[in-house]
Every structure is written in structure tokens, then in C-alpha cells.
């Protein structure tokens, strides 16, 4: 069943806002079952939406969200657009190695001081924020080419395994990338652990974590800047 005529012409707009920021030559806009449900569906490197009850949205690392089609919703996925265009302006422009890469995403807000390789690891990170509410971690990078990133609060990720070098690296960025400039919230419950976005939703996770012995646990941690 096509979408209502108002949810449409936002769409349109979406997709408007994304050939401006990305160039037309970035951007895929089509229909999904033209004939029968004609859903609109929108790409841009890393990131796509379609127009179904919600607005459904897809990230290349496999994350997806369901955003509502009133003004807090529509907001959001015109501000994903956004975040993915400075992603790619840091990717790009970012001195050559991980370490430049998080140089350029912490900026002015924080340190970014590289030790000397450790046991296993070829090269390690540690990442202080000024802010004494946003988190700080460590970014190891091992032999096998597995990334990690871990704080006494964010615990302990391992991205890598089972995948391409280039796809654990663009995961553990992705991690990175929402601690530093975005801030969101770590859940702990004996399940393990979870990170959430700014927003609550889901980001990544569950990992094994601490037990807890009572009710679970919320962490909130703000961005660097």
C-alpha cells in the first residue's frame, strides 16, 4: 500500500536535502514495488531510507532504526544525513592512521596520546575527554588486525573478528564516532552490556560485561563538545 500523499512530499524532501549534500551523483532515489506498494527508498554512501509506516533507516554496519513521520522523526533522519556528510568530511580530510582519524574527530575537545605497543597489540590510543561527563577510552589495534575499544565504563569492544580488516576498523570508527561526538548511554543488565544512542535507541552490543547481582544499570555520558 503506498504511503499518504504528506508522507511522500517529505520524502521528497529528504531526498532533495540529500542530492544537496551529497551531489546527485551520490544519491540513489527509487521505488520499492512500483506496481503494488511504490515505497520510496532513498541511499547515500553508508546510510538509506525507505518510506514505509515509519521511516525506515539502515545503516551499512547492519543498525537499523524506525523514526516516526512527525516533526521529532522527520528531524532526525534530515539530521542523519547531516552527521553522515561530516563522517565522510572526516574521513577524508583526516591525517593518514588511526590516530589522525581520532585527532580529527576529538579536535580541540580532548587528548589523543599514542603508547608504545603492548603485548598483542601493534598500536594503542588512549583518548581523554575534557569534559568530565563524556567518556574516555583506549583504542588497541591487534596483530590479526581486530580493533578495540575499552574504558573502565564503556567496557570492552572487539571489532574485527569474522569480518575484513576494513569492515571491523569502519565498525569500531562507527563506536568512536558516537561516544565522542554525540554522547548516548551504556546499559548493563545480566544480559551483559548495550550502547545506546543520544536518543535511547539501540547502537551496538550486547557484550559481556560485569554480573549484576540486583536491578540493571544505566549509564548516561555526554558528548566532548
Known sequence: ???????????????????RTFGTDHVSATLLDPDTD?????????LSFIGEQWIVVEFAGGRRLELEWNVAGVGRAFSLLERRQLRMTID????????????????????VTVHAPVAEFDLEVRVVPDRG?????????????????EGSQLHWWTFGAGR?????MAAAKDLMEQVV???????????????LDEHGDYFSGPISGPRLPFRPQRLHFRAYS
Open 1 to 19: 500500500m503506498p504511503i499518504p500523499p504528506h508522507h511522500e512530499a517529505t520524502f521528497g524532501r529528504l531526498t532533495d536535502a540529500a542530492r
Open 38 to 46: 511504490r515505497l520510496p527508498f532513498l541511499e547515500v554512501p553508508g
Open 92 to 111: 577524508k580530510t583526516a591525517s593518514e592512521g588511526l590516530p589522525g582519524w581520532i585527532e580529527a574527530v576529538v579536535g580541540t575537545h580532548g587528548r
Open 133 to 149: 561527563s563524556a567518556l574516555p577510552f583506549y583504542v588497541h589495534v591487534r596483530h590479526d588486525g581486530n580493533v578495540v575499544v
Open 164 to 168: 575484513t580488516d576494513d569492515d571491523g
Open 181 to 195: 561526538l554525540y554522547g548516548g548511554s551504556i546499559r548493563r543488565t545480566w544480559r551483559g552490556v548495550t550502547l
